[in-house]
């Protein structure tokens, strides 16, 4: 799976030193990823929620302390990371 977003997560961890090691291990398992569609990707990541209304992934960080929202092409094989939030930045968003 190829990644595009990178530097959205890069500017998060600046603010959020301690999600650094949690994305950076998201980032490498995505990248070995083939997923095909989504419970290939719940297999993965479990605690993944689909958000049908906006077409996204929410996928638990940092053991639920983050919240990154992606979406994934799985034709092209591409997970567009769209944003990262802190668990309480989530809470008060409407997805």
């Known amino acids: 799976m190829t990644v595009l977003g990178v530097a959205t997560l890069q500017h998060f961890a600046k603010l959020h030193a301690a999600s650094r090691k949690p994305l950076t291990r998201f ?7 083939e997923w095909r569609h989504l419970p290939e990707v719940k297999r993965t990541f479990p605690a993944v929620d689909y958000a049908a209304a906006t077409g996204t992934m929410i996928f638990d960080i940092g053991g639920n302390k983050y919240r990154l929202i992606a ?3 799985f034709k092209e094989q591409i997970l567009f990371i769209q944003d990262v939030w802190t668990h309480e930045q989530y809470d008060r968003e409407d997805l």
Do not use: G, L, P
């Not at 980032?27 to 990823?33: D, L």
């Open 27 to 33: 980032i490498e398992i995505v990248r070995a990823a």
């Open 71 to 73: 979406r994934v092409d």
